[in-house]
């Protein structure tokens, strides 16, 4: 266990962070599967958003940012290709 009480705030404040990284994260995962299965003109409106969400996970370092780049381009072309 750790001694320091700086230490012991560390632990704290990492669990909440883990926590609301791992919301966010499943969060964009299930907006993104919400956003495959869409009609076109629904999924065009709802592809700001969660292209949002994926560039705020990348600047949290949550994900990488290649990955962000990637499941963008993705889901641009997704979206493009509906009728």
Same mark, same amino acid.
């Given at each position: 266990?750790? %001694?320091?009480?700086?230490? !012991?705030?560390? =632990?704290?404040? %990492?669990? *909440?962070?883990? !926590? *609301?990284?791992?919301?966010?994260?499943?969060? *964009?995962?299930?907006? =993104?599967? +919400?956003?495959?299965?869409?009609?076109?003109?629904?999924?065009?409106?709802? #592809?700001?958003?969660?292209?949002?969400? =994926?560039? /705020? #996970?990348?600047?949290?370092?949550? =994900?990488?940012? %290649?990955?962000?780049?990637? #499941? /963008?381009?993705? !889901?641009? +072309?997704?979206?493009? *290709? !509906? +009728?």
């Amino acid at each position: 266990m750790a %001694n320091h009480k700086s230490a !012991l705030k560390r =632990i704290r404040s %990492n669990e *909440t962070k883990r !926590l *609301t990284n791992r919301y966010q994260h499943k969060t *964009t995962r299930n907006a =993104i599967k +919400k956003l495959r299965e869409m009609e076109a003109k629904d999924a065009k409106a709802f #592809l700001p958003s969660v292209v949002s969400m =994926i560039d /705020k #996970l990348a600047k949290k370092n949550v =994900i990488h940012d %290649n990955k962000a780049a990637n #499941l /963008k381009s993705n !889901l641009m +072309k997704h979206v493009a *290709t !509906l +009728k």
